[in-house]
């Protein structure tokens, strides 16, 4: 694609009630519609593509397609992401990889977006729409630091609040509307028949995102986005950079996994709750074990004083009651983080 055909570059993503939502902003463009959209919805890995395909397809007149690397953009085109994988944008092209996952998800709507931001800074047309948890906040603030413009779906109005909330929280958005508004606006920003003005995105931005692109990075490239934290990556153990870009920190390990500071959070407390699960198996096994030594048992030849092992029994008993005691408050203080929340 020749690059100064390139009017817009629009970002679409969404999660949990993001069908209806996608469905809503793409109804009212026209066929001709003088702009590229690159959609990314969180799918399972083992989802079909050509069912997403014809569920969006069904709502617009604009060819949509699922995504492939390589693929040269065109203007009136739909590119969904693939399950399973990353959609990125780079010059020109399109890049799908199998990279790592950013807050648990791939394909992530933050890799999108900052992809887009890289490369097309104030040409970026980001749009945040129904969706549950963290994805989509720094890539939206990558896109207003770059010159693009940020739209999110009206909190009240979506099914699933988190993902709109998130980004209102930390980014100043240009416009905040109904699913259903939001295409309107895409046909009025591209009848203003101005052109994009070329702000260079920040040099964070573009390594991020070119980090993503190699699916490989190095020590010293992370730390240059951030501050070496003593936390580890929860999916590869791997040491974790603490990146201050956006309003709330953001944990990189050098692998490629991101994380939002609450999600961190999350997969600590649920490591915590799984080692002790564990160490709950290990001892009622050892208990077990234990009470079979103490049994008549005519043919063993390793006998333990039954009252020695019926006092480590006790003590195996009481301590693996403490544990549990230790599981149901850490389930209640989790409860109850999420119905402040709510």
């Given at each position: 694609?020749?690059?100064?055909?390139?009017?817009?570059?629009i970002?679409?993503g969404a999660?949990a009630?993001g069908?209806?939502?996608?469905s809503?902003?793409?109804t009212h463009?026209?066929?001709n519609?003088p702009?590229?959209?690159f959609i990314?919805?969180?799918i399972g890995?083992?989802?079909?593509n050509?069912i997403?395909?014809?569920?969006?397809q069904?709502?617009?007149r604009l060819?949509c397609?699922i995504?492939?690397d390589?693929?040269?953009?065109e203007n009136?085109?739909?590119?969904?992401?693939?399950a399973d994988?990353?959609?990125?944008?780079?010059?020109?092209t399109i890049l799908?990889?199998n990279?790592a996952?950013?807050?648990?998800w791939?394909?992530?709507?933050d890799v999108l977006?900052?992809?887009?931001a890289?490369?097309?800074?104030?040409?970026?047309?980001g749009i945040v729409?129904?969706g549950?948890?963290?994805?989509?906040?720094s890539?939206m603030?990558?896109?207003k630091r770059s010159?693009?413009v940020c739209i999110?779906?009206?909190?009240n109005?979506?099914q699933f609040?988190?993902?709109?909330?998130?980004?209102l929280?930390?980014?100043?958005v240009?416009?905040?509307v109904s699913a259903?508004?939001?295409?309107?606006i895409?046909?009025?920003?591209?009848a203003?028949k101005?052109?994009c003005?070329p702000?260079?995105s920040?040099?964070d931005?573009k390594?991020e995102a070119?980090?993503?692109?190699?699916?490989?990075?190095?020590?010293?490239?992370?730390?240059?986005l951030?501050?070496?934290?003593?936390?580890?990556?929860?999916?590869?153990g791997?040491?974790?950079?603490?990146?201050?870009?956006d309003?709330?920190?953001?944990?990189?390990?050098?692998?490629?996994?991101?994380?939002?500071e609450a999600?961190?959070g999350k997969l600590q407390?649920k490591?915590i709750?799984n080692?002790i699960?564990v160490?709950?198996?290990?001892?009622e096994?050892?208990?077990?074990?234990l009470?079979s030594l103490?049994?008549n048992?005519?043919?063993?030849?390793?006998?333990?004083?039954?009252?020695n092992n019926?006092?480590r029994?006790?003590?195996l008993s009481?301590h693996?009651e403490?544990?549990k005691?230790?599981?149901?408050?850490i389930?209640s203080?989790?409860?109850n983080k999420?119905?402040?929340k709510d």
């Amino acid at each position: 694609m020749i690059e100064n055909e390139i009017k817009k570059i629009i970002t679409i993503g969404a999660s949990a009630g993001g069908f209806g939502a996608v469905s809503k902003v793409l109804t009212h463009l026209p066929e001709n519609f003088p702009a590229a959209i690159f959609i990314v919805i969180h799918i399972g890995k083992d989802a079909s593509n050509q069912i997403i395909l014809n569920t969006i397809q069904k709502s617009t007149r604009l060819k949509c397609e699922i995504a492939f690397d390589g693929c040269e953009i065109e203007n009136s085109v739909v590119y969904i992401a693939p399950a399973d994988h990353h959609l990125m944008v780079d010059k020109g092209t399109i890049l799908v990889k199998n990279g790592a996952t950013e807050n648990n998800w791939r394909p992530s709507i933050d890799v999108l977006f900052r992809s887009a931001a890289a490369n097309y800074d104030s040409c970026v047309i980001g749009i945040v729409l129904s969706g549950l948890l963290y994805d989509g906040t720094s890539g939206m603030n990558a896109i207003k630091r770059s010159g693009g413009v940020c739209i999110v779906q009206d909190p009240n109005e979506a099914q699933f609040a988190d993902m709109p909330q998130n980004v209102l929280s930390n980014v100043s958005v240009d416009h905040q509307v109904s699913a259903e508004e939001i295409g309107y606006i895409l046909i009025d920003l591209l009848a203003e028949k101005k052109p994009c003005i070329p702000k260079e995105s920040p040099k964070d931005v573009k390594l991020e995102a070119e980090i993503t692109k190699r699916m490989s990075s190095n020590v010293d490239e992370v730390e240059q986005l951030g501050v070496k934290t003593n936390f580890t990556c929860p999916d590869c153990g791997g040491m974790l950079t603490k990146i201050n870009t956006d309003k709330e920190p953001r944990y990189k390990c050098f692998t490629g996994h991101v994380y939002s500071e609450a999600l961190l959070g999350k997969l600590q407390d649920k490591n915590i709750e799984n080692s002790i699960w564990v160490a709950i198996r290990m001892m009622e096994e050892r208990k077990n074990l234990l009470n079979s030594l103490s049994e008549n048992n005519p043919n063993s030849t390793q006998k333990i004083p039954s009252n020695n092992n019926s006092d480590r029994v006790n003590f195996l008993s009481e301590h693996i009651e403490r544990l549990k005691t230790l599981l149901t408050d850490i389930g209640s203080v989790n409860s109850n983080k999420q119905a402040n929340k709510d």
